[in-house]
């Protein structure tokens, strides 16, 4: 059974940094391509980036270029997500997902695994 846990969240101050890490539990793990997504209070999620096996990354979130960084390393089956200089509108709950394939993908629905999501709270 396919389990991906994320860890890391919790509250910080403006300007402060966390870093969040997915655990897959995912045998052939270098063969997803693994996403992070966030949801605000009453907004829908929105997809912040993704890397495949090969360390190709994209990302999509204007709002978060250059603050936030996305690495994985196969050999532990792990994604990381650092996130600098953080702001409140941050906040939300933090998701990682994994989508089968080399190909990376902005769409939810791609992504066939799902973690159960961690709170990151900015304060001003």
């Known amino acids: 059974q396919v389990q991906l846990v994320e860890s890391g969240g919790g509250l910080v101050q403006a300007g402060g940094s966390l870093r969040l890490s997915c655990a897959a539990s995912i045998s052939t793990f270098s063969e997803y391509a693994m996403g992070w997504f966030r949801q605000a209070p009453g907004k829908e999620r929105e997809f912040i980036g993704a890397v495949n096996w090969r360390g190709v990354i994209t990302s999509s979130v204007d709002s978060v270029k250059g603050r936030f960084t996305i690495s994985r390393d196969n050999a532990k089956n792990t994604v990381t997500l650092q996130m600098n200089s953080l702001k409140p509108e941050d906040t939300a709950v933090y998701y990682c997902?994994?989508?089968?394939?080399?190909?990376?993908?902005?769409?939810?629905?791609?992504?066939?695994?799902w973690g159960q999501g961690t709170q990151v709270t900015v304060s001003s």
């Open positions: 997902a994994a989508a089968a394939g080399p190909r990376l993908t902005r769409k939810e629905y791609e992504y066939d695994y």
